[in-house]
């Protein structure tokens, strides 16, 4: 028999958001009566219907989140000067006129810097996410699906991982690995997969109790097969949400590096490496410096946890009310 291919996540995220659609089309149905019926959009339009319509707040977190991506990849386009250009004697000019955000101690146009950080934050999170969303739907997929003493000895080592104080953990992978760009995607990588391993551990363990995985194993479907077909589909909507919200503390969790010193490392801007050198030394007299690449820090991270709130909400059937 041929194995069964329902990919029942995506069909209970349109069965989720279709219900409240209040899109109709009409059709001839028997002869020339007419009746109404629902117009399918493909599930993610309908998301971002949804999220526009009854989510506020995680529409001004997707602007955001739109609006400095377009900033960091057209920084070259939007920023006026080089991020590490010295314009003359220009030292700690005060925003406005030629510098919309003044200028640093090194006579350096803060815009400019504020715009090319984004582009390195907006880097290392997605990077991180990226490579962490691997590792841990990996872990916690095969941890719940082997079982076994395989599953206790993955899950033993996820407890010592998340035993470390993440913030010491990531110091002691720096202090190891040095500063710099890559080491601070490893760090960050090495820290943040132990905790969301453990939720998808969990929601894999109730798929796998499912009536149709339990007809693919009854019908001889291959292990990878009920894996692939079956389970990831089932647990695409908190992967999202997980990578959505991690996003924000990973641009945290750089910037925190970089304010200590032990993450981007200079000509390169960065936002929280902007904190510690120009905004600490020079609060008093030139408090832009600070202003700026902390309300940068601030959006970001207020954009990813508003829209990763929404996605939530309407990804699971029992926050939005419906099943």
């Known amino acids: 028999m041929q194995c069964l291919t329902r990919k029942s996540s995506t069909l209970n995220m349109q069965r989720t958001i279709m219900t409240q659609s209040k899109f109709a089309k009409t059709v001839a149905v028997q002869g020339n009566s ?24 995680g529409a001004v977190g997707v602007v955001i989140i739109l609006g400095m991506t377009f900033m960091s990849v057209f920084a070259p386009f939007i920023a006026p000067y080089d991020p590490n250009e010295i314009i003359g004697m220009n030292i ?65 080592v996820v407890d010592a991982v998340m035993c470390i104080p993440w913030m010491v953990f990531m110091l002691m992978v720096m202090a190891v690995l040095g500063s710099g760009k890559q080491n601070v995607i490893i760090a960050l990588v090495l820290v943040g997969w132990a905790g969301p391993s453990r939720i998808i551990r969990g929601t894999v363990l109730a798929v796998k109790k499912s009536e149709y995985v339990l007809a693919a194993r009854a019908v001889g479907c291959p292990k990878w097969s009920i894996v692939m077909h079956h389970i990831l589909p089932n647990i695409t909507a908190p992967i999202i949400v997980m990578a959505t919200l991690g996003l924000g503390n990973i641009i945290l969790a750089e910037a925190a590096l970089s304010f200590l010193g032990m993450g981007i490392q200079p000509p390169d801007p960065s936002w929280g490496r902007m904190l510690s050198k120009e905004g600490m030394y020079y609060m008093t007299e030139a408090p832009w410096l600070a202003i700026f690449p902390g309300i940068a820090i601030s959006l970001a991270v207020f954009g990813f946890n508003m829209t990763g709130d929404a996605l939530r909400d309407l990804l699971d059937p029992k926050l939005n009310g419906t099943k």
């Open 34 to 57: 007419d009746i109404d019926l629902p117009r399918r959009h493909h599930w993610i339009i309908d998301l971002i219907i949804q999220l526009f319509k009854t989510k506020p707040l």
């Open 92 to 156: 700690n000019k005060p925003p406005g006129g030629q510098f919309l955000f003044g200028t640093d101690a090194l006579a350096r146009d803060y815009f400019s810097r504020v715009v090319y950080g984004a582009r390195v934050s907006l880097q290392v999170g997605f990077l991180v996410v990226f490579f962490q969303v691997l590792i841990y739907t990996t872990v916690g997929t095969l941890s719940a699906y082997i079982g076994g003493i395989f599953d206790t000895l993955m899950q033993r």
